[in-house]
C-alpha cells in the first residue's frame, strides 16, 4: 500500500452500491488505496486484526447482514485503537431515527446514497476534500447530514 495515498474503506452489502462507489471513486483523481467489506462482520475483523495502516475514513452502510453499519459504529467507538477513525455513514435511509442515532453513537457524517453516478462522484469528492480535523472538532447537527 502507498503511504502517501488516503486509506478508505466502504462495508456494504450490496455489491452493485459497491462498484458504483469504487468507479466514483476512481473518477475523483484522490490518491488512494479503497478497501471493500461485504459485511459489518468482515469490516470489524479487519479493523481489530489490527492492519499495519488503519483506515483514515471508513464509509459505512446502516443495512447489512450479520453485523450491521449501527453495530459496528458502536463497536469502533467503544474500542481504544479505533474510536478517533472517521466514520461516514453512507445509507438509502433518510430516517430522522437513523440520521439521529449515527449522530449520538459518533458518526462523523451522515451521507445518504446519491440516486444519480455524477451525484456520488461529487458526494465522495467533498467527503474526501473535508478538513477532517475542523469537521470532527465542530460537530452540529447542521454539519453531519450531507446534502448533494
Known sequence: MN???MHIVLADDDEDDRLLFQEAIEETKVKLHLSLFHDGQQLMDYLLQGPSVLPQLIFLDLNMPIKNGMQCLKEIRSTAHLKHLCVAIYSTSSSDHDIEET???????????????SKLRDAIKKVLQMNWQYHTSSLNKDNFLLRI
Open 3 to 5: 503511504k502517501n495515498a
Open 103 to 117: 449522530f449520538i453513537n459518533g458518526a462523523n457524517i451522515y451521507i445518504n446514497k446519491p440516486n444519480s453516478f
